[in-house]
């Protein structure tokens, strides 16, 4: 069993920037694969970016390819998501995942992950 917390979100200006921290727990946290989804209100939820256990490989929606950077740091089961130059369309709810499975050749929004987190909320204002 892996637990998630989520931390580093909040209300920003648009073309700022963020960096949302996850740290995971339990047995197997530093072997799991990472991500983070987001869920803005009334759509549905999309993958964000992707890390595999070792941070060796990460992959990134197309949305915020380029703006985006997952990194990890496994002595303190934390992964990060640094989101540069903020749209208000970035607002969301933005969850942590963990995935038993610590590679996957692809990623994307219907991936199913094993461990979610609460979410942090997210609000890019023009």
């Known amino acids: 069993q892996v637990q998630l917390e989520e931390s580093g979100g909040g209300l920003v200006q648009a073309g700022a920037s963020l960096r949302l921290s996850c740290t995971a727990s339990?047995?197997?946290?530093?072997?799991?694969?990472m991500g983070w989804f987001r869920q803005a209100p009334g759509k549905e939820r999309e993958f964000v970016a992707y890390v595999t256990w070792s941070g060796s490989t990460t992959y990134y929606a197309d949305s915020v390819e380029g703006r985006c950077t997952i990194s990890r740091d496994n002595a303190k089961n934390t992964v990060y998501l640094q989101i540069n130059s903020l749209k208000p369309e970035d607002t969301a709810v933005y969850y942590c995942v963990a995935d038993r499975t610590g590679y996957r050749a692809v990623v994307d929004s219907h991936t199913p992950f094993d461990y979610w987190g609460q979410g942090t909320q997210v609000t890019v204002t023009s």
């Open positions: 339990g047995r197997t946290a530093s072997r799991s694969a």
